[in-house]
């Protein structure tokens, strides 16, 4: 199990329109797509840079993992994805290396793609997705 590259790093913040501002005014950015990513109470923004991407977290619901980091830490660096060609697997592979899941099975994220996280107590404090099209 090897990552391919840096999918997305996740930011989070308050407001998706102002935050879409200074990517796009400031770093002369183009955000491609806005989606709501019902399963997981929040509404993303993405970028492209090079191969990576930035996706901007605001939540949809005061229960939403996104509102809850906030709440605690502030805005910022929310998650860091990487690609996988399999997601389960990667996931299984974690977990036999001891590494506490969030996620057992991949579940449905953006882009129509297969998400699964790492708990950030397993993986240094950075919350880990994995990330893929299977
Ligand atoms: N990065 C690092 N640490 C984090 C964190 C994050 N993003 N979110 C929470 N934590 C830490 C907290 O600081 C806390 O640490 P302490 O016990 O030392 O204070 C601990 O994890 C528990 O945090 P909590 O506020 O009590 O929150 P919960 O345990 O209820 O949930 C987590 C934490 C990580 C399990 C939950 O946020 C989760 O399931 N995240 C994965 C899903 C997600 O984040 N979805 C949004 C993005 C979706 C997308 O990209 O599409």
Redesign the pocket.
């Known amino acids: 199990m090897q990552p391919t590259h840096i999918e997305?790093i996740?930011i989070?913040v308050n407001n998706l329109e102002e935050s879409i501002e200074y990517y796009e005014n400031v770093l002369g950015l183009t955000c491609y797509a806005v989606e709501e990513?019902t399963?997981?109470?929040?509404k993303?923004a993405f970028f492209m840079v090079g191969q990576t991407k930035i996706?901007l977290?605001q939540a949809t619901s005061e229960d939403?993992?996104?509102a809850?980091?906030i709440?605690?830490?502030g805005t910022g660096?929310?998650?860091l994805?990487f690609a996988m060609d399999n997601v389960a697997d990667a996931l299984n592979d974690a977990e036999e290396k001891g590494v506490k899941l969030?996620?057992k099975a991949p579940r449905n994220?953006?882009e129509g793609l297969k998400?699964g996280?790492l708990?950030?107590?397993s993986t240094g404090?950075?919350?880990t997705?994995f990330c893929g099209k299977k």
């Open positions: 997305h996740g989070a990513v399963d997981q109470k929040v993303t996706e977290l939403s993992p996104v809850k980091f709440d605690k830490k660096i929310h998650h994805a969030i996620d994220g953006a998400i996280f708990h950030p107590k404090g950075v919350l997705e």
